[in-house]
């Protein structure tokens, strides 16, 4: 009976190709799903960074930072996050705490059980009724009417 002589004739064997034109398609490990964040990149709670962090796009901070958080991008500050030093950014939500000075350049959300211990400028301030904010603001543009 010859039922398995489909597999044996095969010649050589050869590893399956891959479609190497497309450069989006990158291999992973081979274990491992890969999802990225919606809100970009994450710095999960339970991580604690001294010094300035910078990046571009989007993060999401429920750790800990101290020192200074420079961007061009949107930063959220999750609900576990702390926060110390000052954070210069294109737009931020707080939902955790913050002691230091925050200057955007877009919005500033202080969202419900947030803490801010310290001044704000950015054109456009939003505070949730259920947050807390000691420090000072300086609220629209700098640009004087005509």
Request: with cysteine; glycine share 10%; charged share 25%.
């Amino acid at each position: 009976m010859q039922s398995f002589t489909r597999f044996s004739r095969r010649r050589h064997a050869e590893p399956p190709q891959m479609n190497r034109s497309d450069p989006s398609v990158v291999a992973g490990p081979p274990n491992r799903t890969f999802m990225p964040t919606p809100s970009g990149a994450l710095l999960s709670r339970g991580v604690s960074i001294k010094g300035s962090v910078k990046f571009l796009n989007e993060l999401l901070i429920d750790g800990e930072v101290e020192g200074t958080i420079d961007s061009t991008g949107t930063l959220t500050i999750g609900e576990h996050a702390r926060i110390c030093g000052e954070i210069r950014t294109k737009s931020v939500k707080v939902r955790g705490t913050v002691e230091g000075n925050i200057f955007v350049t877009e919005r500033c959300e202080l969202q419900a059980s947030c803490t801010l211990r310290g001044d704000i400028e950015a054109p456009r301030l939003v505070v949730n009724e259920n947050a807390t904010f000691v420090g000072s603001a300086k609220v629209g543009t700098s640009e004087l009417p005509a």
